[in-house]
């Protein structure tokens, strides 16, 4: 669709169903695909090579990161499924679906959800990763997630009764939220957030006074995860000039890599060019704030699992003085793996697609949130989104988390979805698609142990393809 089409697609009258109605569209729904249909899952004859498209991913990244790549993904069943989004995304195109829209994450494993700083600096929870957001049936989330927690809780070493109550509960947290969602006032919906106060509030009488006290001082720590330390962490001064430390090749400053710019091309140059469209897609309060840092040093680093290979810069600049800093991730947007079995993005720009999606299904969303197209060092145009690096983090050790904390957390994750899925889709509709009863609850639940079972052979296919032996 062109410019010109969106227009004047956006000029005609929006439809205003009354809430029978939604209602009724819910239950239509339901009837079209019962519950329970969700449940269950066996490969097709003709299912694409899992490592094939995994494998088909790294043809345009970069080559020399790839080896990392392999690393993580290879380090557990787990660990596959995190970077293999684009198995799932195939697999989940080959079944029915409920036909109900939302703004799907596209990637909702457990691991990518977590705690950040908010504008007005309270920690809050949500959704975090958006790569792979993109239109699509709001279950196909709702099985990402659950079949993650299955898969985390059996890397703790949970029975498999255990794995199948966290993700269970976890789809009846999303069940009962979109509930009570589709009950309330639309600004209400909009507004609703998850803070530290409402997650303890959540998890009193599931985890130990230890663990209560090993999360708050986790949320303080990740608090000072900001600007400041990532100068702290990842910077040096030389000759009086503050620049990022080389630590090939997980961070490589872009002075390491000039060799691969025109030979007349000064490497900050090349970024603060480059920069210059990202300020464009900035509101004008917020293109006000970033002029007053000025640009200082830029490095390439290597960021998640099944990203590792696509492009991303970490920028310095500089305000007031050398303690004053802002430090952005630019980070490359591809198409959603999920486009090729929906429909094309309605954007352009695959970073203005990421930063749209996270907008719309984020409580409360990063100030520097931009995007921009640019030539890449090898020449090609690429598409980039931008924010800040860090604005305190906070993620949950999965690897070292007990079955009852998980629980809680499988429950917040489900929480936090539904919520971005009654901003952005008929949460009326999806409540009356998902009924009071746990049919839902059942049917997902049996689809994420068997896909779960589908990862575990997925992760040992991919470590044979790549000569490694697996336990």
């Not at 000072?224 to 090749?249: C, H, I, Q, W, Y």
């Not at 697609?353 to 090609?380: F, I, N, P, Y």
Request: glycine share 6%; charged share 25%.
């Amino acid at each position: 669709m062109t410019d010109d089409q969106h227009l004047f697609a956006a000029a005609q009258p929006v439809p205003h169903p009354t809430a029978a109605e939604r209602t009724a569209a819910g239950r239509t729904a339901r009837k079209r695909l019962p519950r329970s249909a969700h449940a269950g899952w066996t490969p097709p004859a003709d299912r694409p090579d899992p490592v094939a498209l995994v494998l088909g991913q790294e043809e345009t990244r970069v080559a020399d990161l790839l080896p990392i790549r392999h690393e993580r993904m290879l380090a557990s069943p787990f660990a596959f499924y995190r970077g293999a989004a684009i198995v799932m995304a195939s697999d989940l195109a080959t079944r029915p679906n409920s036909g109900l829209t939302v703004q799907l994450c596209g990637d909702a494993h457990v691991a990518n959800f977590g705690g950040f700083l908010a504008p007005d600096r309270t920690t809050v929870f949500d959704v975090n990763d958006f790569d792979e957001t993109h239109p699509g049936p709001f279950e196909w989330d709702v099985m990402r997630l659950a079949a993650s927690l299955v898969l985390a809780a059996q890397a703790i070493g949970c029975p498999p009764d255990r794995c199948r109550e966290i993700a269970a509960r976890s789809v009846a947290s999303y069940r009962r939220a979109m509930t009570e969602f589709a009950a309330m006032r639309t600004l209400d919906v909009w507004y609703a957030r998850l803070d530290a106060e409402g997650v303890m509030a959540r998890a009193e009488g599931e985890v130990t006074r230890g663990e209560t006290k090993r999360f708050q001082q986790n949320l303080q720590r990740s608090s000072g995860k900001d600007n400041l330390k990532a100068l702290a962490k990842l910077t040096e001064t030389v000759d009086g000039e503050v620049r990022f430390r080389s630590d090939p090749p997980l961070v490589t400053p872009l002075r390491d890599l000039a060799h691969l710019l025109a030979p007349d091309e000064d490497p900050v140059g090349w970024i603060h060019q480059n920069l210059r469209s990202y300020r464009t897609t900035l509101p004008d309060d917020r293109r006000h704030l970033l002029e007053q840092f000025r640009l200082v040093d830029a490095a390439r680093k290597v960021v998640g699992v099944g990203s590792v290979g696509t492009r991303c810069w970490i920028v310095l600049m500089l305000g007031r003085d050398d303690t004053d800093p802002l430090v952005l991730q630019i980070k490359e947007a591809r198409a959603s793996v999920l486009e090729p079995y929906t429909h094309r993005s309605r954007f352009a720009n695959h970073g203005q697609r990421v930063v749209q999606g996270q907008r719309l299904l984020q409580a409360s969303s990063d100030v520097m949130l931009g995007w921009m197209r640019t030539k890449s060092l090898e020449g090609a145009d690429t598409d980039f989104y931008v924010r800040q690096l860090w604005d305190g983090k906070f993620s949950v050790d999965l690897e070292h988390a007990r079955p009852g904390p998980l629980a809680v957390n499988g429950e917040l994750c489900g929480w936090m979805l539904a919520r971005g899925h009654a901003r952005s889709g008929d949460r009326i509709a999806i409540a009356a698609y998902l009924g009071s009863s746990d049919v839902f609850d059942r049917a997902i639940t049996d689809f994420a142990e068997d896909y779960a079972r589908q990862a575990v052979v997925d992760h040992a296919a991919f470590a044979r393809a790549l000569g490694v032996a697996t336990p």
